[in-house]
C-alpha cells in the first residue's frame, strides 16, 4: 500500500508553562488515505480544531511529526509551508468566511486569484492523488512555474491552464446547483448556501485534501444535510481527499471513517471504517467512550 497522503505521528499539543502546563493532545497517530473521507470527531473542547490546525500547517505541534504529500510540514520553511498549504489544502470553515465584496463568482476563484493553481486532475474517482499532487506542489515550490511538468499522463495536456480551471469551475458550480447565483453578493445567500459556495471554493484548486471543521454548525440541519451530501459526492465523483472535524454525529455519519478524540486523546479501539459507519454505530461509540 502506498504512503498516506496526510499522516501524524505521537502528535502532542501543551498550552501554558511548567506548572500551569496542560495537554491538549497527547500522542495523536492518524492517517488519512488518498481518496478517503475521514472524520475526527470529539466533544467541544476535545482539542478538534488544535489538531486541524496542526495538520494544516497554521499552528505548530509540541511534539510528534505532520507529514503531508511526502513532506514533513513542520520542518519546512515559513515560506514553503504556507505554498504548500495554498496549493494542497482547500479549507471549509463554519463560517464560511467569504469575501463580502466579491460576488459568488469571484469568491469561488478566489484561491486562483491569490496565486495557488489548479492541480492536475489525478484523483478521479478513487485513484491514488498522493503521486501526482507531491510531484506538483514540489515542483511549483522549488522552480517556479513548472508544476504540472510531472504530471502529464492525462488528456489535459492539449489545453491550457486557463481553459482547465474554467471548466472545473464549471463542472463545480453545477455540483454545487450555483450557476444562479455567480452575481449574488454573499448576503443574498442562505447559509447553506454560502456553504456550498465556501465548499465550491476549497475545490476549486483540486487540493490534495480539504479540511473542514464543523461545517454544518451555522446552518439548519436539512442544509447541513445537502452539505454533507456534496462533501459525499465530491469525494466519490471527484476523488476528493476530506478530513472532516466535527461534534455532529449526523455529520460523521457520512464520512468512510471516524477516529474519535476524548481529552485528547484518540481512542483507536472505537474506530468506525466502512459499513460499521452508521449513525447507530457511531451513538455506540460515542456510549461506550461516555461521551
Ligand atoms: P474543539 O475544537 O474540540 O472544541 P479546541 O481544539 O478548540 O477544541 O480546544 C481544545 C482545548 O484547548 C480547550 O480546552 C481550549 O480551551 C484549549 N486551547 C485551545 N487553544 C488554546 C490556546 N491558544 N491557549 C490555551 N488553551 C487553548
Redesign the pocket.
Known sequence: MSAPLLRTDDLYKF??ADTAR?A?LRQVSLSVEAGRFVTVM??????????LHMVSGLEPPSGGTVTLAGHDLWSLSERRRTLLRRDLIGFVFQFYNLIPNLDIGQNIRLPLLIGARVQPAAARGRREAVGVSAAAADARLGAGNVATSTATVTEEVHRTEAELAEEHIAQLVELFKLEGKLKAYPHQLSGGEMQRVSIARALVTRPAIVMADEPTGNISSSAGDEVMKLFRRSCDELGQTILL?T?NARDAAYSDEVHF?KD?ELHAEQRLAGEAVTPSGIAASLAALGI
Open positions: 498550552y501554558g496542560t491538549v470529539g466533544p467541544s473542547g476535545s482539542g478538534k480544531s488544535t489538531f472535524v461534534h478524540l485528547g
